[in-house]
């Protein structure tokens, strides 16, 4: 008869439970995986099926799971997991607050699309962006290099209750949302500012003009032909946003000093 005690209970409970606390946290945070349209079934058992992988190699503390230090440890896993998660979003927070910049300037501002990612309505060209980014993440396997991120952050940060990491570097990380905005988007404003300035050049020497009929059309043209021209340079652009987001994850996931 197979007998088992409490103190084997917990053990395996632990061995199971904290690492999948920062699995599933990262997993309900992240781009692609943390996006609404994931049903929640899928993104607990992909944190399972990635818990149980690594799970046995990890080294986990003698600690009651149902004991305060427990309970805290727990939350501090899930933290840790939520943080990872948003530095890797900011990325794509940044190249879809580029593409709302690009079509106010092109006079789309009012063009409203549905984002899955965010769960609600953006400019039309934030969205296209962001598929295009997506895209651009699943073809270089970001997603794998992001799961392998995570795995390396248990090395980093082991499940001991010890020092956690660097929180302020998610802060500090928000200032990545303007620059990948400012990048992307500097091209075709500074592009369409020369566009406008022509038009207020033409409207001064013509005041019959109807500048409202022959501007946007003539802007919304540019716009498009710009952008158009540009797609070639945006993936270089995005690979290295990709690296900066790794990276700041790894940075997480690393105890402060």
């Not at 409970?13 to 599933?24: E, G, K, S, Y």
């Not at 799971?65 to 896993?77: F, H, I, K, T, W």
């Not at 890797?88 to 063009?111: K, N, S, W, Y």
Request: net charge neutral; hydrophobic share 55%.
């Amino acid at each position: 008869m197979i007998t088992l005690t409490s103190l084997q209970l917990n053990g395996w409970l632990a061995l199971m439970l904290w690492p999948f606390a920062r699995i599933l946290a990262l997993l309900a945070t992240a781009p692609l995986t943390g996006s609404a349209q994931v049903p929640a079934p899928v993104k607990i058992g992909l944190a399972i099926l990635i818990t149980a992988v690594i799970a046995p190699t990890l080294t986990i503390p003698a600690i009651d799971p149902g004991s305060g230090e427990g309970l805290l440890l727990l939350a501090r896993e899930t933290a840790l997991g939520i943080a990872m998660g948003l530095a890797m979003r900011l990325v794509f927070a940044g190249i879809t607050a580029a593409g709302d910049v690009i079509g106010l300037q092109m006079g789309l501002g009012f063009a409203q699309f549905y984002d899955p990612q965010s769960n609600g309505q953006v400019p039309v060209l934030g969205q296209y962006l962001n598929l295009l980014a997506t895209l651009t993440f699943l073809s270089l396997n970001g997603h794998l290099v992001m799961i392998s991120t995570l795995i390396e952050s248990f090395h980093s940060v082991p499940v001991d209750g010890g020092a956690a990491g660097q929180w302020l570097l998610i802060a500090q990380s928000g200032s990545m949302v303007m620059r990948a905005a400012i990048l992307l988007a500097l091209p075709l404003v500074g592009t369409l500012l020369v566009v406008n300035a022509a038009l207020g050049v033409l409207t001064r020497s013509a005041p019959q003009l109807n500048i409202f009929a022959i501007g946007f059309p003539i802007t919304l043209g540019v716009g498009f032909f710009a952008l158009m021209m540009s797609l070639q340079y945006c993936v270089p652009v995005f690979e290295r946003l990709f690296e900066a987001g790794f990276g700041n994850m790894l940075q997480v996931s690393i105890p402060g000093r």
